[in-house]
């Protein structure tokens, strides 16, 4: 899920005619004439709520990874604002433009954001997700194989694994931060299950491989020190 890039096209919906129109006409999602919201347009604000909360997260997750996010915290609150029609009147005698319902920059500044949240999130053919299916794969043959780690552990492994195989395999569901977040979560468990293992010999090795893994969204990938070489 990239939420920059729906909440993107949203907004160009509500932009949408040209020329000066009410909210209801802008707000409404159907092509006939209307002056009240309809269930579908009113489920439509909850999910642009949902975009902008996960856009949030995204934009404080690329601060501390070493992107610059200034424009896109000078232009949030133009993306809530335009999304809620926040400031703007509901008569049906007062119409607006395009370019009141969400500036031109601001939209541009969201379509540049979904750019980079395209680049960095792991599509279905590239070497990152290969990586994700990989580490899933790895840890639930690892967590089946070592019989030594307490069952808290292996609870709390197997929740983990199991959240991160949702987001492999649910794409649409979940975003960067989503991924970003279930992987460190089974690297920690990994690095956990490694002090804990007293497997004679394969199972604490490769619990062992993970002590120099961290998460790190790039355009090559999204874990650092995993790989072929690294992860036996």
């Known amino acids: 899920m990239n939420p920059a890039a729906l909440l993107h096209a949203r907004l160009a919906q509500y932009r949408t005619p040209d020329g000066d129109a009410i909210l209801y006409t802008r707000w409404h999602l159907e092509d006939d004439v209307a002056f009240q919201l309809d269930a579908d347009d009113r489920a439509a604000l909850l999910e642009a709520a949902d975009w902008l909360r996960r856009i949030d997260r995204l934009i404080e997750a690329l601060d501390r990874t070493g992107h610059r996010v200034g424009g896109y915290r000078r232009n949030y609150v133009i993306w809530v604002n335009s999304a809620f029609a926040i400031g703007k009147s509901w008569l049906t005698d007062t119409g607006y433009s395009p370019e009141d319902v969400c500036p031109l920059t601001a939209m541009e500044s969201l379509e540049s954001l979904a750019g980079v ?21 790895r840890v639930s043959a690892a967590l089946d194989g070592d019989d030594t780690l307490s069952e ?3 609870i709390h492994l197997r929740r983990v694994v199991d959240h ?5 395999e649910h794409p649409e569901a979940y975003d960067l931060n989503d991924v970003a977040e279930a992987v460190d979560d089974v690297i920690t468990a990994a690095k956990a299950a490694a002090e804990e293992s007293s497997h004679s010999s394969t199972w604490k090795k490769f619990w062992e491989t993970f002590h120099a893994c961290y998460v790190a969204p790039t355009v090559a990938g999204l874990i650092a020190g995993y790989g072929p070489g690294t992860i036996h």
């Not at 949240?117 to 794969?137: M, N, Y």
């Not at 991160?164 to 492999?168: G, M």
């Open 117 to 137: 949240l395209d680049l960095l999130t792991p599509g279905l053919d590239s070497p990152a997700h290969a990586q994700l299916v990989d580490l899933v794969t």
């Open 152 to 154: 808290q552990l292996r």
């Open 164 to 168: 991160l195989r949702a987001c492999v």
